[in-house]
Nanobody, 122 residues
Framework: QVQLVESGGGLVQAGGSLRLSCAASGRTFSTYAMGWFRQAPGKEREFVAAISWSGGKTYYADSLKGRFTISRDNAKNTVYLQMNSLKPEDTAVYYC???????????????WGQGTQVTVSS
């Protein structure tokens, strides 16, 4: 089992950047794919980005390609989400999640963090 703790959220002006981090406990982090999801008020949770266990494959929501970048450091048991050119519509609670299959796409995410709030002001 793995426990996930997100950090790095906050208030930023439109056009600004934030980097979210997700620290994982446990020795199996390097075998898990990791993903980021977000949920805005009154909306369903949506997929943001994912990265395979090795970092060799990444996946993005089409609407976010070019602005968001997912990466991971297996030595630090941490996955990151770099968010640039932020827009007010990016305001949401951002969650990281772990996929034990290692692929990051097509398999369920079994472990979830508590989320970190990102607010983008106009």
């Amino acid at each position: 089992q793995v426990q996930l703790v997100e950090s790095g959220g906050g208030l930023v002006q439109a056009g600004g950047s934030l980097r979210l981090s997700c620290a994982a406990s446990g020795r199996t982090f390097s075998t898990y794919a990791m993903g980021w999801f977000r949920q805005a008020p009154g909306k369903e949770r949506e997929f943001v980005a994912a990265i395979s266990w090795s970092g060799g494959k990444t996946y993005y929501a089409d609407s976010l390609k070019g602005r968001f970048t997912i990466s991971r450091d297996n030595a630090k048991n941490t996955v990151y989400l770099q968010m640039n050119s932020l827009k007010p519509e990016d305001t949401a609670v951002y969650y990281c999640a772990a996929d034990p299959s290692g692929y990051g796409w097509g398999y369920p995410y079994d472990y979830w963090g508590q989320g970190t709030q990102v607010t983008v002001s106009s």
